[in-house]
């Protein structure tokens, strides 16, 4: 049994409680929380203790799994955690995933710890896809599309805005887009061609909404490069209108392997819940990297570096009989 603790209990944290009903070698052991532990209402027996106590749990949890945003939190708790536990993130800031596995592979190694980071669906199942079919067909051109969905990252961004109560951001495919690389025309797609971002947000009464909006379109990394819509709205509608967390994208690879002999290899997600997918992912990882450490393997990792078998809880001969 693999003993698993979160940092956080929102919507990922949850999921976390629901992936590990579901996984027969996981024990959900202990949520660490900034809020009051008992104001806490959890789906599991797991224990609920403040963040504030985590290392005193250092010799009881073997993977914790981090469940917070990639704008302030993961940043500061990977490498911090990475110390005294075995970790697993989703950070999903793409452009600054290098200098977090840096941060995160310094602490790990000097610990004696195994860490992997940016697990989730993209960057993730996603990047696995992309890094196949480039290898297969070297010869091409790559495209992602995101959502229709609320990417959970970029909703994180928008209420770490001063003056915002709460946010949903969906990302959104231009159909045009989607369908000439469908059709194997292979275009050459801008950022700003390949999708929208429509965000609805609930502010602070009071609050300086066309100071909002324009700290949400010119956001680096999350909205600046993007046709962004921002509507305000409150507290009742998000809540009947955009209560759910769906989501879900596609990976193309368009290619040739000799000439006029082309081939598309597209790989879909389609999820009602971004964060229970994501979280499922996060626990396939966390048996990675128990299983990792186990053997000695420190430092931190991507789903580049994870053999498949590591994430499967069938052994090597179970595996060869029915999935291969």
Known sequence: MINIAVVGYGNLGRGIEFACQKNK???????????????LKTNSNAQVISVEEIENYKNEID???????????????????????????SFDTHAKIPEHFNNVN?????????AAISVGWDPGM???????????????????????????GHSDAIRRIEGVVDARQYTIPVDSALEQVREGKNPDLST?????????????????????????????NYFIDYDTTVHFIDKEELIKNH???PHGGFVFRCGETSADTKHIIEYSLKLDSNPEFTSSVLIAYARAVYRLN??????????????P???????????RAQML
């Not at 310094?106 to 195994?114: D, G, H, Q």
């Not at 590591?310 to 179970?318: A, M």
Request: aromatic share 10%; with cysteine; net charge positive.
């Open 126 to 152: 996603f990047s696995l896809n992309r890094l196949y079919a480039n290898s297969i067909l070297p010869d091409g051109k790559d495209y992602t599309f995101w959502g229709k969905g609320v990417s959970q």
């Open 192 to 220: 700003r061609e390949k999708h929208t971002r429509e965000c609805y947000v609930v502010v602070e009464a009071g609050a300086d909404k066309k100071r909002i909006e324009q700290e949400i379109v010119n956001m680096p």
């Open 25 to 39: 070698d996981m024990n959900l052991k202990a949520i660490f929380t900034r809020r009051d532990p008992k104001t």
């Open 106 to 114: 310094k602490s790990a190694l000097e610990n004696n710890k195994t």
């Open 294 to 307: 186990k053997e000695g393997q420190y430092g931190c990792k991507t789903v580049f570096d994870i053999a």
């Open 309 to 319: 078998k590591y994430l499967s809880p069938k052994s090597n001969e179970e595996l």
């Open 243 to 245: 209560a759910a967390i």
């Open 63 to 89: 993977v914790l799994i981090l469940c917070g945003g990639s704008a302030t939190d993961l940043p500061v708790q990977s490498p911090k955690y990475a110390k005294y536990f075995n970790i697993v993130d």
